[in-house]
């Protein structure tokens, strides 16, 4: 397709979690996590995926930011790999390649030699692909959080580690535990490029939605959902999954009277009526439809019925209701 030319919850300990895996199949999660059975699923989950989709869940375009390339990569039943090019050298890294056939498609396509894998976390839906990329380009190097377990790392990231690649990519990692216990969002600086910063998010947010805590508590998501919060509004989000409709359609139940959040809907079913990728948005957008960055948000009190104690702090009060959206998101669908 054209391009667009932008220039210019509880512990995991106290959960029994049977999570609804790709292709809506249920697994315990410890054996998708940390078994072989995990990966034998993910590569049963991926030949499903292609056979249903030979050319991918979504259509996609590319966007340009001064010669900086964003490719999303439509894989499995609903995720996303993010393929981030400089044009001028030819460099190219990846973001979570769960599915590595899609993905060394694109770079094949795109004549453009693979740098590194960034890779948000350990679940293989994000990572299934780390170790095929690695063989198949012999430099590849492999970055994400030690504590994660990531397939085929060699590069181990604390929070805030700068990774660059030539002049012009330059990529920050946070440190956003909660949906893993070492999870990783990673963002692209727009200023060496003149444009707008994007966020490869994994699985901490989404248009209009954030990831289950599996392997941690509402207070550590709230800390990660808020290093989100300070980045600059005119930030791109590149989140892991297509959830954009569903996720709208329970920010409606939460917040029904939320203008711009009906307005974003109706773009969505438009957009996902002929399925068309709905990223990306920008974190501005998000600050005022997405329920789980907006846990400071008297409305959204309101509509959930919840009230500040008189012994509680702001911060404890926000992961509360952090806890109840999430309570309410994993009832409205097993995701």
Sequence with gaps: GRSRDLSVAAPASQLKIEPLLPGGAKLPYSLYTRTKLGYVFHKRQMKKARERYPAGHSKTQPTIINGIKIIPVPILLDNYSYVVIDTASNMAVVVDPAD???????????????????????????????????????????????????????????????????????????????????????????????????????????????????????????SSLDTVGSLSDETLLWPGHEYAEDNLLFAAEVEPCNVVREQKLQWVLQQRGQRLCTCPSTLAEEKQYNPFLRCHSQDLHRALGLQQKQDEDWTSYRARVLEELRRRKDIYKDR
């Design 100 to 222: 590595p056939q899609p993905v060394q498609a694109c770079l094949e396509e795109e004549g453009v030699a693979l740098q590194a894998v960034l890779c948000t976390h350990k679940h293989w839906d994000h990572s299934g692909g780390n170790r095929a990329l690695k063989r198949r380009y012999g430099s590849c190097r492999v970055y994400g959080n030690a504590m994660d377990n990531i397939p085929g790392l060699t590069h181990p990231l604390s929070d805030k580690d700068t990774i660059d690649f030539g002049t012009r990519l330059h990529f920050r990692a946070f440190y956003t535990p909660g949906h893993t216990v070492g999870h990783v969002i990673y963002l692209l600086d727009g200023r060496a490029i003149g444009g707008p910063s994007s966020l490869f998010s994994g699985d901490l947010v989404f248009l209009s939605g954030c990831g289950r805590m599996f392997e941690g508590n509402a207070s550590t998501m709230l």
